[in-house]
């Protein structure tokens, strides 16, 4: 069956500078002769339809409709394949960044042969012509939707290939014990030595320990990629909404506008180091504000539950009171930076601190660091953003090289392999026969397969691509 040729619109649906509809499949070309008139060829149809573009050159001309009408005034591009996005011929028109103008040229390619395309068709399409694998493919999404420069160059380097390359290097390891095994099962009569059994284990452990890496590395991933969510909680007149207000001052740029985010679901944002941070349930915080009244510890416990990390506030200058110590229990076990505010109205502040540390620990349970800030003059920002971020990253230094995982689906296949790996340890130690190890090995070989699509089904491709936006 011949490839169908796909159009859409590939530039945001709104008012814009200019706006680009393009096309990818067999006749882009002969659509384009059909639908778009270059300058030299004088306003001639007939000259258009025999033109002889240059690859990945820009033509000024006028795009038409199918009654000749003029649509508007446009560039063209026309990239053959191999040597395109899609690895298909495609063509690109520019046109001014009117709807109108994208719908009349979108219609104008579909009169002339092409059909619409399918959400995510383009990248589906490269990653059909072998132009990226699963995993770059999920990354252009990410690229597109990342909220922060971290997520986004995250996702720039997960598109490279970095993520990729490390699973089919792991890949390459289970295929060499594989070998090893198959090359075990080949001689049944032998005895198989010890030292063969642990040379394996030592193996297959070593592979374990890269993919339970990568696995971990999934929470960071997911926070640089969807933003970190976090609460402030504390009693009234703590100083909240000033912490609250200390973290938004830093660095308002994208506080608002953020297309596609609701001023309902997600309050406030900052980027904290390029990461994205989204503050939640701040309408409590306000509230207490005006009210002077308990938040509540029903409050509290819900902020716990929505957000990644919460931020304790307690006042410095004050005695703790019941209500502080029945939130540094509800911190128990939790991921929190307790904040002790207001240092400038403190006279003794060793002591104070001394003190305060030691009431923490016992409610806690544990030691916990208190970052010591004074909210109303900004003071131990660079502090409390350094304990946010070493939050995010668990406090490691990331090599330039190491690969974060960010998407959900690679995180699941990765600890499927990783359960399989840890199945196939154990039957080694029992000394069980080798074709049963085989058998989880080539498990754990084919769900790593699944994050870079080689041994993805149907399914898993149309969920994938589902999720991305039409002309991508
Ligand atoms: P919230 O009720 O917890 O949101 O507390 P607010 O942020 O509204 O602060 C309560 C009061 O404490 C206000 O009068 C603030 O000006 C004051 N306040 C907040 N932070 C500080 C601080 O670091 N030092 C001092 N001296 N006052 C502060």
Redesign the pocket.
């Known amino acids: 069956m011949k490839e169908t040729t796909i159009a859409a619109i590939s530039t945001a649906y709104g008012e814009a500078g200019i706006g680009i509809v393009r096309m990818s499949g067999p006749d882009s070309l002969a659509v384009l002769r059909k639908v778009f008139v270059p300058h030299v060829c004088r306003k001639s149809r007939d000259a258009a339809a025999g033109f002889d573009y240059m690859p990945r050159h820009m033509y000024y001309g006028q795009a038409v409709a199918a009654d000749g009408s003029a649509i508007d005034e446009c560039l063209a591009v026309y990239m053959p394949g191999p040597y395109s996005y899609t690895g298909e011929d495609v063509v690109e028109l520019q046109c001014h960044g009117s709807v109108i103008s994208y719908k009349k040229i979108l219609s104008a390619f579909l009169d002339a042969g092409a059909v619409p395309a399918e959400r995510g068709e383009f990248t589906k399409r490269a990653f059909m012509k072998g132009k990226l694998d699963l995993a770059q493919a999920e990354a252009v999404i990410d690229l597109i939707k990342a909220r922060g420069t971290k997520g986004f160059e995250c996702a720039l380097d997960q598109y490279s290939g970095s993520l990729s390359e490390k699973v089919k290097s792991i890949r390459s390891g289970l295929m060499d014990v594989l070998v090893q095994l198959t090359v075990n099962m080949d001689y049944p009569d032998e005895d198989i030595e010890q030292v063969v059994y642990t040379d394996l284990l030592n193996r297959i452990s070593l592979i374990d320990d890269e993919i339970l890496k990568l696995k971990d590395s999934s929470n960071e991933g997911r926070i640089l990629k969807e933003g970190l969510k976090v609460a402030i909680v504390?009693?009234?007149?703590?100083?909240?909404?000033?912490?609250?207000?200390m973290l938004l001052g830093a660095d308002r740029s994208i506080v608002t506008d953020v297309p596609g985010t609701t001023r309902d679901t997600i309050e406030e944002q900052i980027a904290l180091r390029g990461i994205t941070v989204c503050f939640v349930d701040t309408a409590g915080?306000h509230e207490?504000?005006d009210k002077?009244e308990s938040i509540g510890i029903e409050r509290s416990k819900d902020a716990f539950n929505k957000a990644d990390l919460v931020l304790l506030?307690l006042d410095a200058?004050r005695e703790l009171e019941a209500e502080d110590r029945q939130l540094l229990e509800l911190s128990k076990g939790r991921p929190v930076i307790i904040i002790s505010?207001?240092?400038?109205?403190i006279d003794k502040p060793a002591e104070k601190e001394e003190k305060l540390a030691a009431a923490v620990e016992t409610l806690l349970g544990s030691k916990a660091d208190i970052v010591r800030?004074?909210?109303?003059?900004g003071?131990g920002l660079e502090l409390l953003e350094d304990k946010i971020e070493e939050f995010v990253t668990g406090g490691k230094v990331r090599r330039e090289d190491d690969v974060i995982v960010t998407n959900v689906r690679h995180a699941r296949l990765l600890e499927q392999a990783h359960a399989e790996l840890a199945q196939a340890a154990g039957m080694v130690k029992a000394g069980e026969a080798m074709d049963f190890v085989e058998v989880n090995i080539r498990s754990a070989f084919d769900f790593l397969g699944e994050i870079i699509g080689e041994t993805a089904g149907d399914e898993v491709l149309t969920e994938v691509f589902s999720r991305f936006c039409l002309g991508k």
Request: aromatic content about 0%; cysteine-free.
């Open positions: 504390g009693k009234p007149n703590v100083g909240k909404s000033s912490v609250l207000n915080i207490s504000d002077v506030v200058s505010n207001k240092q400038d109205l800030i004074a909210a109303i003059r003071e």
